[in-house]
């Protein structure tokens, strides 16, 4: 995974953005973008995918690339679908299907979405959800639990919003009450126990299946390079749901927050870490990386 994209010959490397949305590109309370702008523009215009990998429903990242004026893929709820907007993909890709409508979407017919099935269907995941709370005897409150009201209030959402959170297909986002720190080793062995996965964002505990944003992160960055003989990857992520994709990306930036991991410059030695929480970070992260690759192109 090292990089030298840029000496392999006379083809200009094909860069993709790889983002987490709260607290990485949306500021964690306001989940306002302002400040990515510059960079933003900069990717819409140079042709660089901005590909949204998050916690979030297809329902919400759909709304949410539109007002961005954005029409790459994006991959929903911790790596569970991938989805690609009809009016850039004309033909679907290989082992695609057509996603199913939501009822949000009727006013956007004239578009639609191919989609990729990496996770486990939301009814199997809240069975098993219930399965594990049982077990543990803990009290686990999942979205599934909550009034559209209650959803609102935790997140900070506005209630059309909060509706689109609740409209769940692969992960479901979930609060243990009366606990401060949760034995997360007990709780990831029951949750292995039924196959399924237990991931940190950054408000919620996320229940899902063997997916995560890493794997379709790679999914996506194989059937990329089919189209593009050098690609260079790029990802922004604040939480340890993000670290797959970071592991992964030849640029890894980690998005400054409140929570710490000191461990992870280790693991991941081109690790950055960015100096401004949120948009401003991300902001300064993509421009710091495309201007390098830009000087390194113009020295060669
Ligand atoms: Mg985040």
Same mark, same amino acid.
């Given at each position: 995974m ?13 860069f ?31 042709g ?10 297809r329902? !919400?990242? @759909?709304?949410?690339?539109?007002r ?6 994006f991959i929903s709820?911790?790596? %569970? $679908?991938? +989805?690609?907007?009809?009016e ?9 299907i057509?996603?199913p ?7 956007q017919?004239d ?7 990496m ?17 543990l ?8 639990d ?34 401060? !720190?949760? @034995? ?16 940190s %964002? $950054?408000? +919620? ?17 194989t059937?990329y390079r ?31 927050s ?39 192109r113009?020295?060669?």
């Amino acid at each position: 995974m090292g990089v030298s994209p840029i000496s392999e010959g006379s083809d200009p490397p094909f860069f993709i953005i790889f983002t987490d949305l709260d607290g990485t590109l949306l500021d964690h309370t306001t989940y306002g973008w302002k400040e990515a702008v510059p960079a933003l523009d900069i990717c819409r215009r140079g042709g660089v995918p901005v590909v949204f990998a998050s916690s979030k429903t297809r329902a !919400e990242m @759909d709304v949410l690339r539109r007002r961005m004026s954005l029409s790459d893929p994006f991959i929903s709820e911790n790596g %569970g $679908g991938v +989805f690609f907007p009809r009016e850039t993909f004309s033909a679907p890709p290989p082992t695609a299907i057509e996603a199913p409508a939501q009822e949000c979407q009727k006013a956007q017919r004239d578009h639609g979405l191919w989609q990729w099935t990496m996770g486990l269907s939301y009814s199997d995941l809240i069975k098993r959800f219930h399965e594990i709370r049982e077990e543990l005897g803990w009290p686990m409150r999942g979205f599934s639990d909550m009034s559209i009201k209650e959803i609102s209030a935790l997140t900070g959402l506005d209630k059309m919003s909060a509706r689109l959170a609740a409209m769940r297909e692969f992960d479901e986002p979930f609060i243990i009450l009366d606990q401060q !720190e949760p @034995d997360k080793e007990t709780l990831s062995e029951a949750a292995a126990r039924k196959g399924l996965r237990v991931t940190s %964002g $950054g408000r +919620f505990y996320h229940l899902h299946g063997k997916n995560d944003k890493g794997e379709a992160m790679e999914k996506l960055l194989t059937w990329y390079r089919r189209r593009h003989r050098v690609t260079v990857s790029v990802a922004l992520g604040d939480s340890p749901n993000d670290f797959p994709m970071l592991e992964r990306a030849d640029f890894p930036v980690l998005v400054r927050s409140r929570q710490r991991f000191p461990g992870l410059k280790k693991k991941i030695s081109r690790l950055v870490v960015t100096v401004d929480a949120g948009p401003k970070g991300w902001n300064a992260a993509v421009l710091g990386i495309l201007n390098k690759i830009d000087q390194r192109r113009a020295n060669d």
